[in-house]
T-cell receptor
C-alpha cells in the first residue's frame, strides 16, 4: 500500500535559523497536503500542492512538490518560537490520505 | 459554525469495555474520516466515509466499527477495548476528495 515517509523525525532549531523537512512516497500522488499540529492541539491545514514541480510560499514557509509527484519538502526560514509543533505531510491517492510520521520542531531561543 | 466537534475529550476504559466516540460537523461535508495518532507513527486512517450510508476501511480498522446515517455525524465504536487502542483519536471532514481536512479537537483514550 501507499506509504509516506517523513524525515527528520525531530528538528531542534536555533531561533533565526532555517530548516527543511522532507516527505517521500512509494507511489505517485495526486496531491500532497501539509499540516501543522501545535503541542496538545489538532492538525491544521497549511497548504495543498497538486502540480508536478509546484512551489508555493506562505511568508517564511516554502513548499515544493517534486517533478515525479513522489516527494515534497517544507522549508522554513528565520525560525521563530511560533514555529514550534509537528509538521505532517499527507499524500493523497484515491479516497485516502496517508500521513507521514511528522517532524517535531523545537526552537531554542 | 462549530466546525468539527468530538466528544468526549478524555476517556478511560477498562479492557473489554465498549464505547462510542462521537464526531459531528456542521459544514455539510460529504467526506469524514477517523484517525488515530500514536507517538512516532503519525496519523493512521481507521475508517472513512464518502457520504451518508457509505463507509469503508482504512489502514487500521480492526476493533472499530463506524456508521454514517446522516451527513453530520460519524461515530466510532470500540467493540471490546484493548490496551493497544490507547491513543488520541481525531475525526476529520472535508468537502471533497482532494480538499483540506478539517480536524476535530481529538479524544484522548486510555485503556487499562
Amino acid at each position: 500500500g501507499q506509504q509516506v515517509m517523513q524525515i527528520p523525525q525531530y528538528q531542534h532549531v536555533q531561533e533565526g535559523e532555517d530548516f527543511t523537512t522532507y516527505c517521500n512516497s512509494s507511489t505517485t500522488l495526486s496531491n500532497i497536503q501539509w499540516y501543522k499540529q501545535r503541542p496538545g492541539g489538532h492538525p491544521v491545514f497549511l497548504i495543498q500542492l497538486v502540480k508536478s514541480g509546484e512551489v508555493k510560499k506562505q511568508k517564511r514557509l516554502t513548499f515544493q512538490f517534486g517533478e515525479a509527484k513522489k516527494n515534497s519538502s517544507l522549508h522554513i526560514t528565520a525560525t521563530q518560537t511560533t514555529d514550534v509543533g509537528t509538521y505532517f505531510c499527507a499524500g493523497q491517492n484515491d479516497y485516502k490520505l496517508s500521513f507521514g510520521a511528522g517532524t517535531t520542531v523545537t526552537v531554542r531561543a | 459554525n462549530a466546525g468539527v466537534t468530538q466528544t468526549p475529550k478524555f476517556q478511560v476504559l477498562k479492557t473489554g469495555q465498549s464505547m462510542t466516540l462521537q464526531c459531528a460537523q456542521d459544514m455539510n461535508h460529504e467526506y469524514m474520516s477517523w484517525y488515530r495518532q500514536d507517538p512516532g507513527m503519525g496519523l493512521r486512517l481507521i475508517h472513512y466515509s464518502v457520504g451518508a450510508g457509505i463507509t469503508d476501511q482504512g489502514e487500521v480498522p480492526n476493533g472499530y466499527n463506524v456508521s454514517r446515517s446522516t451527513t453530520e455525524d460519524f461515530p466510532l465504536r470500540l467493540l471490546s477495548a484493548a490496551p493497544s487502542q490507547t491513543s488520541v483519536y481525531f475525526c476529520a471532514s472535508s468537502s471533497g476528495l482532494v480538499d483540506e481536512q478539517f480536524f476535530g479537537p481529538g479524544t484522548r483514550l486510555t485503556v487499562l
